[in-house]
Every structure is written in C-alpha cells, then in structure tokens.
T-cell receptor, first 110, second 111 residues
Framework: GNSVTQMEGPVTLSEEAFLTINCTYTATGYPSLFWYVQYPGEGLQLLLKATKADDKGSNKGFEATYRKETTSFHLEKGSVQVSDSAVYFCAPDRDDKIIFGKGTRLHILP | DTGVSQNPRHKITKRGQNVTFRCDPISEHNRLYWYRQTLGQGPEFLTYFQNEAQLEKSRLLSDRFSAERPKGSFSTLEIQRTEQGDSAMYLC?????????FGPGTRLTVL
C-alpha cells in the first residue's frame, strides 16, 4: 500500500533561509500528493497539492513538484518566516484515504 | 463559519466510561473521515463515510469504537469502555473531491 517517508525533524532555520523538507512515497498507481500544515494549537490545513506527474503545487510561497521518476514531493520555500513554524505532513492518497507520515516539525528563529 | 466543526473540543473522562464526539462537515461534502492523532505522530485513519454509508473501517479500530452518520450530514464517534490508550486527538475531515478539510479536533484524556 501507499506510505510516505519524510525527513526527521525538528528542522531549525533562521528567518529568510531557504527551506527544503524531503518527502518520498511508495504507491501503487498514481496517487494524488498533498502537503498539510499544522500550526501550534490549530487544526490541519491543506497547504498544497498535486494530482499528476510533473504538476507543481504552490501556496503561500511554498512549492512542491510531483516527481514520479523519483517518487518524491519535496517541499520548498525560498525565504521562510517565523510564522512558518509548524509541523508539515507529506501525504499521498490511497483508495480515497490520505496516508500521513509522522510529520516534520519546523522552527524558524527570528 | 462554514468549516468543519467538532464538539466537544476537550473531553476528560475516567477509564471505563463511554464518550461520544460529534463532527459537522462542510455542508455540501459527501465524504466524512475520522482520524486519531497522538503526540508526535501523524493522523491515523479510523473510518470514513460516503453519505450515510460507512465504506471502510481501519483494522486498528477495536470493537469498542463505533461511528455513525445517520442522515449523511453530521457524524458521531463513540468509544465504549474507554482505556488510557485511547487518549488522543480525534480529528474529523470532510471532502467533495480529493482534498480533505479538517476540523479542530476533540482532545480526549482518559484518566
């Protein structure tokens, strides 16, 4: 079945640094891919998505490209802000369900 | 507010008691999901409905857990004879297409 591997956290960066959070997935077929974000004390929010190979999802300065050949969906942002501190989940779908990994906690220092 | 709502937000109960949580999805969404999230982990799928039909239930879900969506709108999740290991955040999500929209969750603490 589908599963996901994300880089271990916590990841600590200074404000305005470049961010990459690696994500690889295993899947049968062609899943849709999602990044969800969980800010402190808040519920899960959809950050971005991609539904087919080579699609690029983007939102709030974050981007991720669906790479079928490497089964990856790495999250990137050119210049992070303190307000980006949160837990980020890479998640493929499978049979109408979304499969979540453990998430990557991101700390941005001012 | 037209998002997913969950009640109560917090529940503290004693071991052995029954608890029931409610989820109100976004009104036009036909699918409703329940997840459980423990500290430091991602959400774990429990069950989901399409309209009023329960289409799948996780093998990890014990017989003490039951969920209903009687009219295809709101859903309830009941846990009978709670155990300390049931302490977690219970999340509800709804969807019309691929992406799911999550509620704020109900935090359950079993003493």
């Amino acid at each position: 079945g589908n599963s996901v591997t994300q880089m271990e956290g916590p990841v600590t960066l200074s404000e305005e640094a470049f961010l990459t959070i690696n994500c690889t997935y295993t899947a049968t077929g062609y899943p849709s891919l999602f990044w969800y974000v969980q800010y402190p004390g808040e519920g899960l929010q959809l950050l971005l998505k991609a539904t087919k190979a080579d699609d690029k999802g983007s939102n709030k300065g974050f981007e991720a490209t669906y790479r079928k050949e490497t089964t990856s969906f790495h999250l990137e942002k050119g210049s992070v802000q303190v307000s980006d501190s949160a837990v980020y989940f890479c998640a493929p779908d499978r049979d109408d369900k979304i499969i979540f990994g453990k998430g990557t906690r991101l700390h941005i220092l001012p | 507010d037209t998002g997913v709502s969950q009640n109560p937000r917090h529940k503290i109960t004693k071991r052995g008691q029954n608890v029931t949580f409610r989820c109100d999805p976004i009104s036009e969404h036909n699918r409703l999901y329940w997840y459980r999230q423990t500290l430091g982990q991602g959400p774990e799928f429990l069950t989901y409905f399409q309209n009023e039909a329960q289409l799948e239930k996780s093998r990890l879900l014990s017989d003490r857990f039951s969920a209903e969506r009687p009219k295809g709108s709101f859903s309830t999740l009941e846990i009978q004879r709670t155990e300390q290991g049931d302490s977690a955040m219970y999340l509800c999500a709804s969807s019309l297409a691929k992406e799911q929209f999550f509620g704020p969750g109900t935090r359950l603490t079993v003493l």
